[in-house]
């Protein structure tokens, strides 16, 4: 069950990728506690290869092994594998699961984002490392900039 949860239209984070001939991505999840990456609730690909074939590798795959960055002790590999064809939309919670990008044999390209939430000054106190606050109040400081801008042009 989704959990109810309020997103901050003004902090969400979008993203072009590209991936070279051999590029990959090791197994992570994208919501992690003690980083400003805690925001996200929610993750997206986009893929924009055409004709792309499972031969051509970097299929995103997706663990459902109840792990997060790495796969629990003594747990058979319980996972499935989205081709990257292009038009293909995924989505999921950031915070759940783990996924990876599997060696490609081809030019990968995506749009990557996420939908995040408000922060809050817990968050900003639970953040471990010092670039990592740093970032909370840079993206605290463009929502502010965002919301003033759009109110200028709205309001004329």
Sequence with gaps: MLNSVALDEKLSELLYAYYPLGGFYKRHVDAVQG??????CFSLLLYLNEEW??????QLRIHLDGGGDEAPPNTSPNYFDVQPQGGTLVLFKSDAIPHEVLNTNKERMVVIGWFNRAVTAADV???TSEEDRTKAVLLLVA??????????????
């Design 35 to 40: 980083s400003a990456s805690v925001l996200r």
């Design 53 to 58: 074939g499972e031969e051509d590798g970097g």
């Design 125 to 127: 106190t639970n953040l």
């Design 143 to 156: 929502a502010g900039l965002v919301s003033v801008g759009l109110g200028m042009i709205f309001m004329g």
